[in-house]
Nanobody, 119 residues
Framework: QVQLVESGGGLVQAGGSLRLSCAAS????????MGWSRQAPGKQRDFVAA???????YYANSVKGRFTISRDNAKNTLYLQMNSLTPGDTAVYFC?????????????WGQGTQVTVSS
């Protein structure tokens, strides 16, 4: 149903910054939870950050203090501002729309955008 399109990935040196965007095909005000997860080659997909329709924000400990999740309801767009990037942040980043922060089988996912951080 809802379609999600990520953008903003690229190559950046360690210590640099990137801002990812996720454009949704419908009003994000009607989506209970939106968030970001990432997956490195050969690794599982891990939770990064989420924001609920009520305004609660959650971060993985690995990105807390460096990443900021936000939304622009007028533009139906979710953002992830990433600062102080390290090679450990290299992964494909996926946008998610769902009903619970913990995730579920009914989650919708975008196609992902590649983030590569060089040493």
């Amino acid at each position: 149903q809802v379609q999600l399109v990520e953008s903003g990935g690229g190559l950046v040196q360690a210590g640099g910054s990137l801002r990812l965007s996720c454009a949704a095909s419908e009003s994000i005000s009607s989506i209970d939870v939106m968030g970001w997860s990432r997956q490195a080659p050969g690794k599982q997909r891990d939770f990064v950050a989420a924001i609920t329709n009520s305004g609660y924000i959650y971060y993985a400990n690995s990105v807390k203090g460096r990443f900021t999740i936000s939304r622009d309801n007028a533009k139906n767009t979710l953002y992830l501002q990433m600062n102080s990037l390290t090679p450990g942040d290299t992964a494909v980043y996926f946008c998610k729309a769902g009903r619970e922060v913990a995730g579920g089988k009914d989650d919708y996912w975008g196609q992902g955008t590649q983030v590569t951080v060089s040493s």
